[in-house]
């Protein structure tokens, strides 16, 4: 087993803030890359600012979203917009490998800190900017949000109730999603320059990378350009589909079941046993009929799984469903998530992280496995400034340089 990362040795300097930019550098930093988070000496990341909070205590250090997004990563403030900040972050940059950033399309060139200047310090550095729209084109300074940049991606077009207007999918998918696509960029850059001896500056829109999901956008996309008369269809609350598909109670709880077209020779294999006094389902319409969602057929096998799944307790209905192949699943709360031995115990899916201020906290370790080497959490995510002198330090400034800086709001 590898004890350091297989990114160790990778240095990276992290200017991005709320999701995308900090979840694709903590992905780095999880596996070994030494990442820098730069944050404004004023407030910091807004997501320290943004819920949910540990203990339901809106503190800039207990944002659950801030504390998984930056597990692993050294924190220190500076002010880009001072003359000092810059010559620090230039400093800083001679020995870096990777450079990702998230201001608006022009921000870093107002700094000072265009990719050309960036460039003439380390030739070898890999710029990644994730912005809205790109940093050209006519939209490069439109503002945006998920559910801006959702509804642009057409997905919205197929969402919500008939008659009333579009909705967006819960969360921030999106947004972890374009994080996901940032890290393996990023490290397309970094293979170029140790290959090839060259820097790169990756350019990474946040619109596209949702366009271009196979996630239902792009298909979402092509129905509203070229039938964009076609309604949306109300959401059936069972969630009923492909018989026998839906939600149906256990004893303690839900189990879903997702059979779809493709799933009905093994939901006939399910109900062809000797437990099912049901000789009509050897009749091959039923197969037949079953990818047309028939009503008829979905009564009856209602009616014998409804006492079926009231004999067996939720993972009991899951364990005996899936020994058939059918694609059915408990319906869990986060308390069944963290307790399931699975994922808790042979995966390691959930770890335990003390931070100082916010306390124990459980977060979800990263979700890839490489052969040989082990996760290991170095350190929690940081405090704002935490490590100011740690950092400094190794540039050369004393503390009594570092308390002027603080001073002058440098840092």
Known sequence: MVDQGILSGLKVIDLSQVIAGPYATKLLADYGAAVIKVENPAAGDP???????????????????????????????????????????????????LLLESYRPGAMESFGLGYETLQEVNPQLVVVSVSNFGQTGPYRDYKATEIVLYAMGGEMHACGIPGREPVKLFGDVGQF???????????????AKDLQGIGQHIDISLFEVWASSQDRRSTSILGAQYAPGEPRHPTDPGGRG????????????????????????????????????????????????????????????????????AERTMIEAWRDTQKYRLPTSPYYTMADLLKDPHFAEARKCFIEVDHPVAGKVTQPAPPYRFEGVGYKMRRPAPLLGQ???EVYGELGYSKEDLVILRGLGVI
């Open 242 to 309: 492909y018989p026998p598909a839906g939600w149906y109670p256990t004893q303690d709880g839900l189990l879903k079941s997702g059979v779809s077209w493709n799933h009905i020779q093994a939901a006939v294999n399910f109900f062809d046993n000797p437990g099912w006094p049901h000789p009509w389902m050897r009749d091959p319409k039923w197969v037949d009929q079953a990818s047309t969602g028939n009503e008829e057929m979905r009564q009856q096998l209602d009616e014998l799984l409804y006492p079926w799944m």
């Open 177 to 191: 999603h374009a994080g996901l696509v940032t890290a393996g960029y990023a490290m397309g850059g970094i293979f």
């Open 47 to 97: 997501a320290r600012r943004m819920g949910p909070f540990q203990g339901d205590d809106p503190h800039p250090e207990k944002s659950g979203l801030f504390l998984h997004l930056n597990t692993n990563k050294r924190g220190v403030t500076l002010n880009l917009k001072t003359q000092l900040g810059r010559k620090i972050l230039l400093e800083l940059v001679r020995s870096t490998d």
């Open 387 to 389: 490590h100011n002198q």
